[in-house]
């Protein structure tokens, strides 16, 4: 905001001087001025924007954006989707599978509708009711399931099975 503020002061005080100065010099040294003139605006103006951009870490920012984009579309290209903390593939359900019909209807019953799994722990993580990998922070007395929000020592007391494996993929 600031530097357009600047430009247009600009381009108004070279309004303003420049049609009297182009009385006494010649019409036709006015526009070779003003030409020079709006060529060092615009010089200033890409400069300027340089700064800015490098100050507020813009091109930084941009980066990590398209670093994201990236990142999305490889895990749609996967058949998978993102949640907060990794890539959880769609046809992924480590547990699901060990659990009966009438188990997987108990659980849901007693967890809600979008229980598909077991919740167990892992070296590295912790896998929720509904499937969500989540990183196993275990310094944090309350951990969250970034997909569904239910408490991670609530839901490995009361649905979960604790055990020390890694699922296969």
């Known amino acids: 905001m600031y530097l357009l503020s600047s430009i247009f002061i600009m381009v108004v005080v070279t309004c303003m001087v420049m049609p009297s100065y182009a009385y ?3 019409q036709g040294e006015y526009f070779g001025y003003l030409a ?5 605006i615009l010089a200033l103006f890409l400069l300027f924007r340089e700064i800015f951009c490098w100050y ?3 091109n930084e920012r941009v980066s990590l954006l398209k670093e994201i984009r990236d990142t999305l579309q490889s895990a749609q290209r996967a058949g998978g989707y993102l949640t ?7 046809d992924f359900e480590p547990s699901a599978k060990e659990l009966s019909e009438a188990e997987l209807q108990n ?9 598909i799994t077991v919740p167990y722990t892992t070296e590295s993580e912790w896998i929720c ?3 969500t ?3 196993l922070d275990r310094s944090k007395k ?4 970034s997909n569904c929000g239910r408490s991670r020592n609530f839901v490995l007391s009361q649905y979960g099975k604790k055990a020390n494996r890694t699922p296969t993929l």
Do not use: E, F, P
């Not at 020079?36 to 060092?40: A, W």
């Not at 907060?84 to 769609?90: E, G, H, I, P």
């Open 84 to 90: 907060s903390n990794q890539v959880t593939l769609k």
């Open 107 to 115: 659980l849901k019953k007693a967890a809600g509708d979008d229980a």
């Open 56 to 58: 507020w870490k813009i």
């Open 24 to 26: 006494t010099r010649g």
């Open 36 to 40: 020079i003139i709006v060529v060092i």
């Open 129 to 131: 009711v509904c499937g």
């Open 133 to 135: 990998h989540n990183r």
């Open 142 to 145: 309350i951990q969250n399931c």
